[in-house]
């Protein structure tokens, strides 16, 4: 038996933050109204921030709040009263990069928890140091951070250390790259980025004369797009490394991938934590996280630093994507009917999986499709709609159907930090 | 009214001619505790360069500005011993950690976290543990930077010429590059490479490949015609970047050396010293003001 780290899971809206904690994460992180970095994020309300605090708080989980602002004069406005309302709301602890925005937080809302971002870039164990003996309980690491320098800091610094685990990197170390600033006018430290790392660059190299152009336009330009981070082969590490809690990147991505991906990281994390020495991986864990990929995977600086493989070029390679058709709202073992919530079209006669909690899942055919009323129908086309599927095997509310779309491939979504 | 001219230099040589036009403040480093500085900046150099700038009455800063990982933060207590022990004047330091060993080994520092370095609060959360200046991030507008002056003691350094950094990845991205197409890559580390962005073919953003990873270039900023709004708003350290000026870089600082003095005399003539600028810079860099003249609200 090991100590269990904390998988902490993004959560960009309350319907999601529900489905992360039932999919098996212990902490959920969100965006208030002000001072995030996910302009574009549905984020929280104070009075859903409560109902999510309650929500969590009657499961045993956690709700930290995103307020990792790099903030210009006056942006800073609020901030101390925004902290307040956190804190008596129940919010389990802020996670926040601007040195204004920690003074802040620790002297106007004393007894808020507060945890370094990784938008600061923290590197080294006394780095560590530093921000604990003014007052912070955790540390979310720089992503440039191996898994040697991770086991050197926890054995100088006792400081819980947060690590991302799983989800879209920045190419750079986050902060320190304004792209998208000098390019776009869009300010990536205040939630603007406009993933300009990802563009196509024209390339030069200067000679004696002038610059001339090195690479002829037909080959591949320059680019700065990184593969996506994913550790689920190597959760034994990481707990062995002594990291207190395991990130998943992405509060913009969907329920679909947030429920897949806490889904699998939960079994890992169990599976290691309950039996170190019996431990197997299952491959099933790595081929289901393949159905919520959006980009290839790799391991990020944990055992060394990336190559081109680990970036994008060319024509990506596909990956079959896989679209959230329904929710489960009920389910009566008598007739084996499911009652669904449609989310994306499907039909009879199509193949799709069920996934729950606990990573119960199985395939099947669509044979017996219903309305509301009871009347054979041909396809759920209508969002949101209500239906009735006959399942093989027992389904419980919250169980997610899924199915498999037209292949798309490694495209940009806006979900990096 | 002091204002100081702050100058990077590439040698030693070229440093003391840095200091004959004018500058007051010479910024090297090298690259295992400081970011991107161009010349060999052993101990021995700056040890040279320290006794020479202390002779004009000028002052050394040393960059301890990386984001250190363990293997650096361990053996920096003795660079910054040595450091000490040369006299130089002060470094520039933007991680936490390594702001802890400096103020540890008694060594004034200049705030310096790059991009991050926005507001006059964040400046001053570091003056209270005893920073003696900061270096606004370059994304700061003039508008910005004027607000953030007023509100605090510590002299905020502004850049008033050269590129500035504006990517900073720890990958060696043009290794990588150069593996991807297939071409040998020993010249990454060589070579001058610029990329030009999708939507502006005459752009040139420099990129440099080192031990600390990959540094793209912002292009040449100048505020040779905004000086007089520096002045007015109190912002009184100006630093320049000699990165690809060449031997054009002294006759800029003296340039700049001059505009100051004019300034002061009330014989400033915006007019012929940015045409006399014009003539100076290296014809293949284009130059700009960056962000500095947008107005705040322009940026999203």
Known sequence: MKKRPELLAPAGNLEKLKMAILYGADAVFIGGQQFGLRSRAGNFGYDEMAEGVAFAHARGAKVYVAANMVTHEGDIEGAGEFFCQLRDIGIDAVIVSDPAMIEVCLTEAPGLPVHLSTQASATNYETLRFWQEEGLERIVLAREVSMEEIKEMKRQVDVEIETFVHGAMCISYSGRCTLSNHMALRDANRGGCAQSCRWKYGFFEADELLSDEMVARDEEPFSMSSVDLAMVRHIPDLVEAGVDSLKIEGRMKSIHYVATVCNVYRQVIDAYCDDPDGFVFDPAWEEEIWKAAQRELATGFYYGVPTENEQLFGKPRVIPQYAFAARVISYDASTQLATLEQRNHFRRGEEVEFFGPGFVRFTQKVDELYDEMGAVIETANQAMMTVRVKVEQPVATDFIMRKRKACAVNTPVPSQV | ?300
């Open chain 2, 1 to 300: 009214m002091m204002i100081q001219l702050v100058t990077t230099a590439q040698g030693v040589e070229q440093a003391e001619a840095l200091m004959m036009a004018g500058s007051d403040r010479i910024y090297i480093g090298e690259a295992t505790y400081g970011l991107r500085h161009k010349g060999d900046w052993s101990l021995e150099a700056v040890r040279e360069v320290t006794a020479i700038a202390h002779r004009y009455g000028k002052e050394v800063t040393v960059a301890v500005n990386n984001l250190m990982h363990n293997h650096q933060i361990e053996t920096l207590p003795d660079y910054l011993a040595a450091l000490k022990s040369i006299g130089v004047d002060s470094v520039t330091a933007g991680d936490p950690g390594a702001i802890r060993l400096i103020r540890n080994a008694n060594i004034p520092y200049w705030y310096d976290a790059q991009t991050l370095v926005t507001s006059a609060r964040h400046i001053q959360f570091w003056g209270k543990r005893d920073a003696i200046g900061a270096i606004a991030a370059r994304e700061v507008t003039l508008t910005e930077l004027g607000l953030i002056q007023q509100q605090i003691g510590l002299p905020v350094e502004v850049q008033v010429y050269g590129p500035t950094c504006i990517h900073h990845s720890k990958r060696p991205l043009l290794t990588n590059y150069f593996n991807e197409i297939g071409r040998p890559s020993d010249g990454a580390q060589k070579r001058e490479y610029y990329i030009s962005e999708p939507s502006d073919a005459a752009s040139r953003y420099p990129v440099y490949e080192d031990e600390n990873g990959t540094h793209v270039f912002s292009e040449d900023l100048t505020l040779m015609g905004q000086l007089p709004v520096l002045l007015k708003g109190g912002l009184h350290t100006w630093k320049l970047e000699g990165w690809h000026a060449g031997d054009a870089f002294v006759d800029i600082v003296r340039l700049f050396d001059k505009a100051r003095s004019d300034l002061l005399n009330g014989r400033f003539d915006r007019h012929v010293m940015e045409r006399r600028f014009a003539e100076l810079q290296p014809e293949r860099f284009r130059l700009g003001t960056g962000l500095l003249l947008r107005n705040p609200e322009e940026i999203k």
